[in-house]
T-cell receptor
Framework: DVKVTQSSRYLVKRTGEKVFLECVQD?????MFWYRQDPGLGLRLIYF???????EKGDIPEGYSVSREKKERFSLILESASTNQTSMYLC???????????FGPGTRLTVL | GDSVTQMEGPVTLSEEAFLTINCTYT??????LFWYVQYPGEGLQLLLK?????DKGSNKGFEATYRKETTSFHLEKGSVQVSDSAVYFC?????????FGSGTQLTVVP
C-alpha cells in the first residue's frame, strides 16, 4: 500500500514564526503536492513538484515556499506565519499528474 | 482553466435512502475523473475513478458514470448507511494537475 505521512497531525504556532510541514511518501512517486483545505473552499493547490529540486506554483502560493531535496520528501514552509494561514494542510503524491493522488492524513495548523 | 463544480452541501439523508451528488467539469480535452471521500479527522481516500467517456467507476456500492455529452460525473448510491457519513470531493485530472470541487458534506441518520 502507498503510504503518505505528514510530520504532525496538529500544530500551534505564533504569528511571525517560521513553520515547516513535512511530507514523506514511500512509493517512489515522481509528483508531490501541497493543498490547503478550508470550509466552503474545498482543496486549493499551493505548490507541486514533479521531480527532485523542481517545483511549480499552484493556485495560492503566496506566503508559502517548498523544498524537494529528496524524491520521497516534500516540505512546505511558511516563512512568517500569519493568522490567515490557519488551515488544514494536505500532502499528496502520484505516479502521473493526472492520475489518482494518494493523500496523507493532514496537518491542522493553528496560527495565533 | 479547468474547473469542477460540485453540488453544495450539506446533505442529510435517512439510512437506506438514495444518494446523488452532482458533479460537472469544464476542461480542455477529456480528463480522468475521480470521487474522493474524507472521513472525520482523516485525509482523502480515492472512492472511484473513470478515465474515459462512458466508463463507470464503482466501489462500496457507490457508482459514477463519465458522461462526455453532459460533462458530468454524478455520484450515486442506492442505499446509504450511517457509516457513509463523510465529505465527498469530485476531482478532474489534466496533464498538469488535479482540480477538486468544494466538497459535499453527507450526514446519514438512523
Amino acid at each position: 500500500d502507498v503510504k503518505v505521512t505528514q510530520s504532525s497531525r496538529y500544530l500551534v504556532k505564533r504569528t511571525g514564526e517560521k513553520v515547516f510541514l513535512e511530507c514523506v511518501q514511500d512509493m517512489d512517486h515522481e509528483n508531490m503536492f501541497w493543498y490547503r483545505q478550508d470550509p466552503g473552499l474545498g482543496l486549493r493547490l499551493i505548490y507541486f513538484s514533479y521531480d527532485v529540486k523542481m517545483k511549480e506554483k499552484g493556485d495560492i502560493p503566496e506566503g508559502y515556499s517548498v523544498s524537494r531535496e529528496k524524491k520521497e520528501r516534500f516540505s512546505l514552509i511558511l516563512e512568517s506565519a500569519s493568522t490567515n494561514q490557519t488551515s488544514m494542510y494536505l500532502c499528496a503524491s502520484t505516479i502521473s499528474r493526472d492520475d489518482e493522488q494518494f493523500f496523507g492524513p493532514g496537518t491542522r495548523l493553528t496560527v495565533l | 482553466g479547468d474547473s469542477v463544480t460540485q453540488m453544495e452541501g450539506p446533505v442529510t439523508l435517512s439510512e437506506e435512502a438514495f444518494l446523488t451528488i452532482n458533479c460537472t467539469y469544464t476542461a480542455t480535452g477529456y480528463p480522468s475523473l475521480f470521487w474522493y471521500v474524507q472521513y472525520p479527522g482523516e485525509g482523502l481516500q480515492l472512492l472511484l475513478k473513470a478515465t474515459k467517456a462512458d466508463d463507470k467507476g464503482s466501489n462500496k456500492g457507490f457508482e459514477a458514470t463519465y458522461r462526455k455529452e453532459t460533462t458530468s460525473f454524478h455520484l450515486e448510491k442506492g442505499s446509504v448507511q450511517v457509516s457513509d457519513s463523510a465529505v465527498y470531493f469530485c476531482g478532474g485530472g489534466s496533464a498538469r494537475q488535479l482540480t477538486f470541487g468544494s466538497g459535499t458534506q453527507l450526514t446519514v441518520v438512523p
